[in-house]
């Protein structure tokens, strides 16, 4: 299953299938990305990250990739799990750099059917 | 190891009344951040800070004030609460060495002005 970000906040697959969750980034000089995972009442956690020199970026069961020239990022599970469920935000850091501000995107909801 | 605690977890205020949300880092991070998460949104950058003594404003810095005088704590205040202030609050710390930004979270404040 596949989202596109704002136009589909909520992607649903079956347990065992492939996710990919996208995600349009603001600033084309933003030069460090992140993907988080929330879970209901809980804070964010850090799944993978890439930064602007790098298009793509592999971690266990996940894959990031980065089209700079369209500012899209989507983050891909493999075999996706009932514990993958939750909602997923990707965050950019814009200029000047290295300050620690993180800009996130509004989040896609995953539900992984049994 | 604590990481990032917030506190209180859950609070009702009214408004007018102002209160100041808590949050201590253990980690020697020098970056700190709050954000605000509204319902079906992601998370929106409130103020961070750089450093002991340095603070700045991120996305939706209107009726919040922050100071930041250790590298451990970074507390936020509502000088007078508003029903749009009702959310919830989470406070960040950022391992900024190398070129990337890991952002520690802590569990968060739900917030609610009646």
């Known amino acids: 299953g596949e989202s596109v970000g704002l136009h589909l906040p ?11 969750i996208n995600c349009a980034y603001s600033n084309s000089a933003s030069d460090y990305f992140i993907w988080y995972k929330q879970e209901s009442g809980k804070g964010p956690q850090f799944i993978i990250d890439i930064r602007s020199n790098m298009d ?19 983050l891909q599970i493999a075999a996706t799990q009932p514990g993958d469920s939750a909602v997923y935000f990707c965050a950019e850091r814009p200029p000047p750099g290295n300050t620690g501000k993180l800009i996130f995107g509004q989040g896609t909801t995953l539900q992984v059917k049994p | 190891n604590a990481g990032v605690t917030q506190t209180p977890k859950f609070q009702v ?16 991070h020098e970056y700190m951040s709050w954000y605000r998460q509204d319902p079906g949104m992601g998370l929106r950058l409130i103020h961070y ?28 205040r509502l000088l007078s609460a508003a029903p749009s202030q009702t ?18 979270f802590g569990e968060g404040s739900w917030l609610t002005v009646v």
């Open chain 2, 49 to 76: 800070s750089v450093g002991a003594g340095i603070t700045d404003q991120g996305e939706v810095p209107n009726g919040y004030n922050v100071s930041r005088s250790t590298t451990e704590d970074f507390p936020l």
């Open chain 2, 87 to 104: 959310s919830v609050y989470f406070c960040a710390s950022i391992d900024a060495r190398g070129s990337g930004n890991t952002i520690y």
């Open chain 1, 56 to 74: 793509k970026r592999q971690g266990q069961r996940v894959t990031v990739l980065l089209n700079k020239t369209v500012k899209h990022l989507s």
């Open chain 2, 13 to 28: 205020l009214k408004t007018g009344q102002s209160m100041t949300l808590q949050c201590a880092q253990d980690m020697n």
């Open chain 1, 10 to 20: 909520t992607l649903s697959v079956q347990e065992g299938d492939n996710s990919i």
